[in-house]
């Protein structure tokens, strides 16, 4: 069974930084595509990043092509979102998910509750 924990959130300022960790425990991480997604209240969980289980590709939403990377450390059994140049409306609950099934280029268009794992979720608030 893996497990997936976030850490990283916090306050920012538009047009700042932040990085996003995601660290699983758990034998088979190597062979579970990963990603994030963004919560706001309200609103539907909506996709932000994958990547594959080989960490040979990955994917993003519109609106964060250009701004954030996705990347996948085996080895740690983490996966990272660096995010730059934020603006107040990447605010949100920000959560790992992880999926054996489903391919990482599939997760854009697939509803987030067919994700197998999550994790409990980090808060991102950029100010204006």
């Known amino acids: 069974q893996v497990q997936l924990v976030e850490s990283g959130g916090g306050l920012v300022q538009s047009r700042g930084s932040l990085r996003l960790s995601c660290a699983a425990s758990g034998r088979t991480f190597s062979s579970y595509s990963m990603g994030w997604f963004r919560q706001v209240p309200g609103k539907e969980r909506e996709f932000v990043a994958t990547v594959s289980w080989s960490a040979d590709n990955t994917y993003y939403a519109d609106s964060a092509k250009g701004r954030f990377t996705i990347s996948k450390d085996n080895a740690k059994n983490t996966v990272y979102l660096q995010m730059n140049s934020l603006k107040p409306e990447d605010t949100g609950v920000y959560y790992c998910?992880?999926?054996?099934?489903?391919?990482?280029?599939?997760?854009?268009?697939?509803?987030?509750?067919?994700?197998?794992?999550w994790g409990q979720g980090t808060l991102v608030t950029v100010s204006s």
């Open positions: 998910a992880a999926s054996r099934i489903h391919v990482a280029s599939s997760w854009s268009n697939l509803p987030y509750r067919y994700l197998e794992l």
